[in-house]
């Protein structure tokens, strides 16, 4: 595994699982949220988050985490060597997006000059973490499965499987229950 795609629900776990792969296995980790959000959560012009993916990915080695299926899934899913799906309960998807917010932790995964916090756009997006699985992941699956059927998915649900998958990777960081929630 040289390219990995991670792929879940806001809340689900994608940025630490692809810290933790990326230090076991010594791949460099791109944050499609970094890459594609400007300072102020402005969105940036759809051929200059292109061009950001593309010299990304053009790279030998990484894991990629992050959905944007329609915008860069032409651009990852041709070199991914595999997809991660985190099939993290929504409520603990819920949970997990508002306890980042209210706490107001800094994400390594978000660029500078974006902070969560609690206003419209936030309730927003907790109904977009809701209904993501009826409303958005059957559509990220559609495209995936057309642009990358060769690529062999993994699906993990929950702590004890993510450890699980990590643990028989080579390596030797450790990774535990834990220490996932921890990081979240």
């Known amino acids: 595994m ?7 629900n806001a809340g689900s776990g994608k940025s630490t699982l692809a810290r ?13 949220d ?3 959000w400007e300072p102020g959560w402005v969105e940036p012009d759809a051929e200059q988050y292109r061009a950001r993916v593309r010299e990304a990915v053009a790279q030998d080695t990484w894991v990629c985490e992050g959905n944007y299926a329609r915008r860069t899934f032409d651009l990852r899913l041709p070199r991914a060597d595999l ?10 998807c819920f ?3 508002i306890k980042r917010s209210v706490l107001n932790r800094p994400r390594p995964d978000l660029p500078e000059g974006c902070s969560e916090k609690l ?19 059957p559509g990220i699956e559609a495209v995936r499965e057309a642009i990358g059927p060769q690529v062999p998915v993994v699906h993990l649900r929950g702590s004890r499987q993510i450890a699980a998958f990590v643990e028989g990777l080579p390596g030797n960081a450790g990774f535990s229950p834990k220490a996932q929630q921890s990081v979240q």
């Open 83 to 92: 997809v991660i799906w985190l099939d993290t309960p929504r409520l603990t």
């Open 2 to 8: 040289q390219r990995i795609v991670i792929l879940g």
């Open 95 to 97: 949970w997990r997006v």
């Open 119 to 137: 206003d419209r756009a936030f309730l927003t997006f907790l109904k977009f973490v809701w209904t993501f699985d009826r409303g958005y992941r």
């Open 20 to 32: 933790v792969l990326g230090k076991r296995l010594g791949l460099p980790v791109v944050h499609l």
């Open 34 to 36: 970094r890459l594609f």
